[in-house]
Protein backbone atom coordinates (compact mmCIF):
# COMPACT_ATOMS: atom_id res chain seq x y z
CA UNK A 1 0.00 0.00 0.00
CA UNK A 2 2.89 2.42 -0.90
CA UNK A 3 0.79 4.23 -3.12
CA UNK A 4 -2.10 4.62 -0.51
CA UNK A 5 -3.00 8.70 -0.55
CA UNK A 6 -6.50 8.88 1.21
CA UNK A 7 -6.12 12.55 0.93
CA UNK A 8 -5.46 13.47 -1.96
CA UNK A 9 -7.71 10.71 -3.28
CA UNK A 10 -10.49 12.49 -1.09
CA UNK A 11 -10.10 15.79 -2.49
CA UNK A 12 -9.89 15.00 -6.04
CA UNK A 13 -12.84 12.77 -6.02
CA UNK A 14 -14.77 15.80 -3.76
CA UNK A 15 -13.51 17.85 -7.24
CA UNK A 16 -14.81 15.36 -9.62
CA UNK A 17 -18.25 15.15 -7.69
CA UNK A 18 -18.49 19.35 -7.58
CA UNK A 19 -17.59 19.66 -11.15
CA UNK A 20 -20.26 16.75 -11.82
CA UNK A 21 -22.96 18.81 -10.14
CA UNK A 22 -22.48 21.86 -11.83
CA UNK A 23 -22.53 20.75 -14.81
CA UNK A 24 -25.77 19.03 -14.09
CA UNK A 25 -27.31 22.00 -12.28
CA UNK A 26 -26.18 24.18 -14.78
CA UNK A 27 -26.77 22.96 -18.04
CA UNK A 28 -28.55 19.17 -17.06
CA UNK A 29 -26.05 17.19 -18.66
CA UNK A 30 -24.00 13.97 -17.38
CA UNK A 31 -20.90 14.25 -16.95
CA UNK A 32 -19.30 11.29 -18.60
CA UNK A 33 -16.33 11.85 -20.77
CA UNK A 34 -17.15 9.00 -23.58
CA UNK A 35 -20.37 11.00 -24.25
CA UNK A 36 -19.32 14.57 -24.28
CA UNK A 37 -15.96 13.22 -26.32
CA UNK A 38 -18.11 12.24 -28.67
CA UNK A 39 -20.72 14.40 -29.22
CA UNK A 40 -17.62 17.29 -29.51
CA UNK A 41 -16.18 15.26 -32.18
CA UNK A 42 -19.46 14.01 -33.93
CA UNK A 43 -22.02 16.80 -33.65
CA UNK A 44 -22.37 20.56 -33.89
CA UNK A 45 -24.88 21.18 -31.26
CA UNK A 46 -23.72 22.71 -28.02
CA UNK A 47 -20.23 22.10 -29.09
CA UNK A 48 -18.39 25.08 -27.50
CA UNK A 49 -18.77 23.78 -23.72
CA UNK A 50 -18.14 20.31 -24.67
CA UNK A 51 -14.66 21.35 -25.77
CA UNK A 52 -14.25 23.79 -22.96
CA UNK A 53 -15.36 20.81 -20.61
CA UNK A 54 -12.44 18.34 -22.44
CA UNK A 55 -9.81 21.08 -22.13
CA UNK A 56 -10.29 21.36 -19.13
CA UNK A 57 -9.55 17.50 -18.50
CA UNK A 58 -6.77 17.95 -20.16
CA UNK A 59 -5.11 21.11 -18.75
CA UNK A 60 -6.41 20.58 -14.84
CA UNK A 61 -4.05 18.25 -14.74
CA UNK A 62 -1.28 20.02 -15.82
CA UNK A 63 -1.26 23.33 -14.04
CA UNK A 64 -1.32 20.94 -10.97
CA UNK A 65 2.06 19.39 -12.44
CA UNK A 66 3.16 22.80 -12.87
CA UNK A 67 2.21 24.40 -9.76
CA UNK A 68 2.95 21.56 -7.41
CA UNK A 69 6.51 20.65 -7.65
CA UNK A 70 6.35 17.19 -5.83
CA UNK A 71 3.43 16.11 -8.06
CA UNK A 72 4.01 12.82 -9.34
CA UNK A 73 2.20 9.91 -11.44
CA UNK A 74 3.16 7.54 -13.40
CA UNK A 75 1.86 5.76 -16.86
CA UNK A 76 1.15 2.13 -18.12
CA UNK A 77 4.09 1.14 -20.69
CA UNK A 78 2.19 0.99 -23.78
CA UNK A 79 1.54 -2.72 -24.63
CA UNK A 80 -0.89 -4.54 -26.65
CA UNK A 81 -2.73 -5.36 -23.32
CA UNK A 82 -3.29 -2.00 -22.66
CA UNK A 83 -4.19 -1.00 -26.80
CA UNK A 84 -6.95 -4.56 -26.45
CA UNK A 85 -7.96 -3.21 -23.09
CA UNK A 86 -8.39 0.70 -24.40
CA UNK A 87 -10.27 -0.98 -27.69
CA UNK A 88 -11.93 -2.86 -24.96
CA UNK A 89 -13.18 0.05 -23.37
CA UNK A 90 -14.66 2.11 -26.08
CA UNK A 91 -16.59 -0.53 -27.06
CA UNK A 92 -18.21 -1.41 -23.78
CA UNK A 93 -19.53 2.05 -23.73
CA UNK A 94 -20.51 2.21 -26.38
CA UNK A 95 -22.89 -0.93 -25.31
CA UNK A 96 -23.00 0.29 -21.85
CA UNK A 97 -25.25 3.76 -22.83
CA UNK A 98 -21.77 5.53 -20.95
CA UNK A 99 -18.52 5.64 -19.59
CA UNK A 100 -17.19 4.68 -16.20
CA UNK A 101 -17.40 8.27 -14.88
CA UNK A 102 -20.88 8.70 -15.92
CA UNK A 103 -22.04 5.78 -14.63
CA UNK A 104 -19.83 5.51 -11.79
CA UNK A 105 -19.88 9.49 -10.80
CA UNK A 106 -23.38 10.43 -11.84
CA UNK A 107 -25.47 7.17 -12.83
CA UNK A 108 -24.90 5.95 -8.86
CA UNK A 109 -25.33 9.67 -7.35
CA UNK A 110 -29.28 9.49 -9.31
CA UNK A 111 -29.54 5.80 -8.33
CA UNK A 112 -29.66 4.60 -11.41
CA UNK A 113 -30.07 0.60 -11.38
CA UNK A 114 -28.41 0.68 -14.96
CA UNK A 115 -25.87 1.99 -13.81
CA UNK A 116 -25.30 0.61 -10.78
CA UNK A 117 -25.16 -2.75 -12.89
CA UNK A 118 -22.68 -1.32 -14.82
CA UNK A 119 -20.67 0.16 -12.51
CA UNK A 120 -20.55 -3.50 -10.59
CA UNK A 121 -19.90 -5.03 -13.85
CA UNK A 122 -16.81 -3.21 -15.18
CA UNK A 123 -15.26 -3.08 -11.30
CA UNK A 124 -15.62 -7.04 -11.45
CA UNK A 125 -14.62 -7.11 -14.67
CA UNK A 126 -11.32 -4.96 -13.22
CA UNK A 127 -10.34 -6.98 -10.79
CA UNK A 128 -10.98 -10.20 -12.76
CA UNK A 129 -8.55 -9.34 -15.52
CA UNK A 130 -5.87 -7.34 -12.84
CA UNK A 131 -5.80 -10.66 -11.14
CA UNK A 132 -5.10 -12.82 -14.24
CA UNK A 133 -2.53 -10.42 -15.18
CA UNK A 134 -0.61 -9.90 -12.42
Known amino acids: MENFTPYTALIGGAM ?10 FSGRIAGISGIASSALFSSDGHSWRLAFLAGVIVGPLLVGALITDFSYSTPELSWQVVVAGLLVGVGTGWGSGCTSGHGICGISR ?24
Open 111 to 134: LSPRSVTATLLFMLSGVVIATLLH
Open 16 to 25: IGLGALILFV
